[in-house]
């Protein structure tokens, strides 16, 4: 009961599944990112904080989580730079 839920610290995206985790370049899991974000030790695109939430925003309103793609952008800007891989930029 009450198991921690992990969030990937790139996308926000909950991780529910281990098959959901991010791999390391030796093969051995991260949990800190989805395996969309990162795999074999590297993040698959070099995206900026604005292009993260370009491409998330419509996987939002897709999961019912918001309704216009507007709403999911603004609620991404405040979200997304809590995250540990934006916490440093800029
Ligand atoms: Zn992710």
Redesign the pocket.
């Known amino acids: 009961m009450n198991k921690e839920v992990k969030i ?6 909950p991780m529910t599944e281990e098959e959901q985790f ?1 791999t390391n370049a030796d093969g051995t899991k991260n949990e800190e ?6 795999s074999n030790g590297s993040f698959g695109k070099d995206e900026t904080l604005e292009e993260m939430i370009e491409s998330c925003a419509p996987f939002m309103v897709q999961e019912g989580d918001c309704k216009t793609i507007e709403e999911a952008k603004e609620m991404l800007k405040e979200y997304l730079p809590t995250l540990k891989r934006w916490r440093n930029t800029r």
């Open positions: 990937c610290q790139s996308c926000g995206m991010g990112y989805c395996k969309y974000c990162y």
